[in-house]
């Protein structure tokens, strides 16, 4: 009895010992390594969203903007809800199929959370708390809203992820300035329990998101309202397959206003083919016609190697260039026309006698000038452009017919650009749109580049009078605003398919700036593919005079005494 009693006696020492070991292992030894573990077991700890920076137009109003949103997730193994309402709560989160799976088997996952996907209105928050769901909660996710939908879309662009499920900008304004809206996201640390649920007597760290800074822009809602409004009654009418509308502040640079038609939802970019989020106002390379005469001639007054009298003595006919005949778009022939009349009667045959009086280095320079090759700079995530082919590869006919537009790509900003040159006495304005940051309640004006003069004043003034010659004696003269002298010019240009030009399909454009004597805008129209009728004359220059008549009553502009 007394060996057992000993026995038994050793064994609890023994016992003791190592439990008093292990104990003394886990409190001292490995105390601070526990204390981490379970500070990670019971604390919760998550990023809070930075509200974006506003996009607005120049009198304040919100072009995009941040609303009340919420991103919805659940613990798989312990969400709890009534079958009856799972399907409920599908309906009102606008789920992905796997978040879909999550809510009808979540166990399944092996996860502890999964997203059910943001885009949560506060009023689906409330329906869905209403089912008393468990193991079922949500995080502030601000929605973007875009108030001018489709009809600013090619400016603002749209916010969607980028790789690890964080709001990115992706085109125009919210893609170039994507930093300077992102702002800078908080985090809340606090202590919760088995649920998920927070503990109010234990500590809790909240870092506060800063929200990012606010865009302030040129962009005029009412000239933009009406290009809107025109281009689509303008698509309709002359049954084109798309069709864009730049408006430039003359003197500034600045843009009023840029559509491009068929558009998208910002709101819904993903339900929209992907072809439709970049603006080709400003990625888009074309063939700009008939335009392109203002630039050239431009540069042929400039250097002085053609005056408005000069008269043509090569424009009796068509001319052969390296075994291609080259025509006049009428087949009409002006012998001794002056360059006045060539801009006039739009003369092809007049603009290669003027390239050549130019040279090919000097009219090339001109056009690097004018800013033909390079980017302008505007402030749009998707801006390119085509590229000028390297001078040695300048051969006759290239040369020839580029004085009229044709075997030459350009972007319909870099035309306007080079058009409100003219307008502005031969200073070229880089085109911008944002015209401050705001952090808070201060705001700090972004600064235009300088103007660069590309040609003189008395060379502007000289193709501006031609212009306006044109507008007053040519085919758009029944098009014209009475009281009001505007410049401008048409443009027709074939689409190059495949290596060739498709006689069935045209660019029609018109390009001007009015009022003629103190420019207050410059607007080019284009129009892809009309079928009504492939003239720039008949289609896109009345387009380009009925907004020109509104924008004159909304500028209060009077028409002239006499």
């Known amino acids: 009895m007394l060996n057992r009693i000993k026995f038994l006696q050793i064994v609890f020492f023994i016992w003791t010992v190592l439990l008093l070991g292990r104990l003394v292992y886990w409190q001292v030894i490995k ?24 996009i607005e137009s120049r009198d304040g109003y919100p072009l995009a903007m941040d609303k009340e949103g919420y991103m919805a997730y659940i613990d798989p193994q312990n969400f709890r809800v009534a079958d009856a309402d799972r399907e409920q709560i599908a ?56 108030l001018s939908a489709s009809a600013s879309a090619n400016i603002t662009g749209f916010v969607g992820k980028d790789s690890e499920g964080y709001p990115q900008g992706y085109f125009g304004l919210e893609g ?55 281009l689509e009654k303008g698509l309709k009418t002359y049954q084109a397959a798309s069709g864009t509308v730049s408006v430039m502040e003359s003197k500034t640079g600045r843009i009023l206003a840029l559509v491009s038609l068929p558009s998208y ?25 008939s335009t392109f005469k203002t630039v050239v001639m431009a540069a042929g007054l400039d250097a002085k190697v053609v005056s408005p ?42 603009m290669i006698f003027v390239s050549r009086k130019l040279g090919k280095a000097r009219m090339l320079d001109y056009l690097r000038k004018f800013g033909f090759g390079q980017l302008t700079g505007i402030d749009l995530q998707e801006e390119d452009t085509p590229k000028l082919r390297p001078d040695n590869e ?7 017919t580029a004085a009229f537009g044709q075997g030459i790509a350009v972007t319909r900003i870099q035309m306007l650009t080079a058009v409100n040159a003219i307008a502005n006495g031969g200073k070229l304005l880089p085109p ?51 009281g009001y002298a505007a410049a401008g010019k048409t443009g027709t240009a074939q ?30 129209v284009t129009l892809r593919e009309p079928k009504l009728s492939p003239w720039g004359s008949t289609t896109a220059a009345p387009l380009w005079f009925n907004i020109a008549r509104e924008l004159f009553r909304y500028y209060k502009i009077p028409p002239a005494s006499h």
């Open 31 to 54: 105390a601070a390594e526990m204390q981490q573990l379970a500070a990670g077991q019971r604390g919760s700890s998550k990023q809070l969203a930075a509200p974006r920076g506003r």
């Open 309 to 350: 009298d000069t008269q043509c003595d090569a424009c009796s006919g068509p001319q052969t260039i390296s075994a291609a005949v080259v025509r006049n778009y009428n087949d009409k022939y002006y012998p001794g026309t002056t360059m006045t009349d060539v801009i006039l009667h739009s003369d092809n045959i007049g």
């Open 432 to 482: 911008r749109i944002v015209t401050a940051i705001r952090t808070g309640e201060n705001l700090k004006p972004v600064e235009s580049p300088k103007p660069r003069q590309v040609i003189s004043a008395a060379a502007a003034e000289m193709t501006k009078q031609m212009l306006v010659n044109a507008v007053a004696k040519g085919e758009v003269r029944y098009y014209q605003v009475p």
């Open 394 to 400: 300048w051969y006759d006919i290239d040369w020839a």
């Open 495 to 524: 689409v190059p398919i495949a290596g060739h030009y498709d006689p069935n399909k045209v660019i029609a454009s018109y390009v001007g700036f009015a009022p003629a004597d103190d420019p207050k805008f410059t607007m080019l």
């Open 176 to 230: 170039f300035y994507n930093r300077t809206l992102f702002g800078k996201p908080g985090r809340l640390t606090e202590d919760v329990d088995a649920l998920g649920r927070s503990i109010v007597i234990a500590q809790s760290q909240n870092i506060p998101a800063q929200a990012g800074q606010d865009l302030i822009t040129s962009i005029d809602r009412t000239v933009q309202y009406v290009a809107f409004r025109e």
């Open 91 to 146: 309906v009102l989160i606008p789920a992905s199929d796997s978040a879909r799976k999550a809510l009808t088997t979540p166990a399944s996952s092996g996860l502890s959370w999964v997203s059910l996907g943001g885009g949560l209105s506060p009023q689906a928050k409330k329906q869905i708390e209403a089912l008393n769901p468990v193991g079922l909660g949500f995080d502030s996710q601000p929605i973007r809203e875009y």
């Open 265 to 289: 939802d910002p709101e819904h970019y993903s339900e929209y083919d992907e072809s439709l989020y970049s603006n080709p106002i400003v990625s888009d390379g074309y063939e700009p016609g």
